[in-house]
């Protein structure tokens, strides 16, 4: 048992190292566009002739919205394709560093909880001390004077 918690253990510090490693990365996927413009004269509306493009853009989500920016040039791309491929290896390695960390959670002991000082139903207020306890003094609200003439 010591043996395999050790082995755990030792997983556990080796993914986080590899977690530290990594470089930039950003969610999101790179797509291709293509179209066709706006002048009736050009290339692109001829038959059979495929639009302008391909043009790349990068899309994530970005608090439940979905953002699409352009990506010019192949640099851009390539840099913004190695982000996208840190982002997918930290997600397997927080997925595989979850995992051992439930097996390590499985076999630690239990811990004895030492016994409460607190009183009957786990409560530490002392009597009276909460709202349904306290008397609450009722004012009467007086209307004003025009007001108890008419009645």
């Known amino acids: 048992m010591p043996d395999l918690m050790a082995m ?3 997983q556990e510090a080796a993914l986080l190292r590899q977690i530290a490693d990594l ?6 996927s790179i797509t291709t566009t293509t179209g066709r413009c706006g002048n009736p004269n050009c290339r692109c509306h001829r038959f059979n002739e495929p639009g302008h493009g391909p043009h790349f853009r990068l899309t ?7 953002v699409t920016e352009a990506v010019p040039t192949l640099a851009a791309r ?7 491929e840190q982002f997918r290896r930290w997600q397997q ?24 000082v607190r009183g009957k ?3 530490s207020d002392p ?3 909460r709202a349904r306890n ?5 004012r009467r609200f007086q209307r004003p004077a025009q007001d108890r003439a008419s009645g």
């Open 8 to 10: 755990l253990l030792g």
């Open 23 to 28: 470089g930039d990365l950003r969610p999101g």
């Open 60 to 66: 994530c989500k970005i608090q439940g919205k979905t």
């Open 78 to 84: 390539e840099k913004a394709e190695r982000e996208i």
């Open 93 to 116: 390695l927080s997925q595989q560093f979850v995992e051992v960390n439930a097996s390590v959670r499985r076999l630690r002991p239990n811990e004895e909880a030492a016994p409460s």
């Open 121 to 123: 139903n786990g409560a």
């Open 127 to 129: 009597p009276g001390s």
């Open 134 to 138: 306290r008397s609450i003094p009722v």
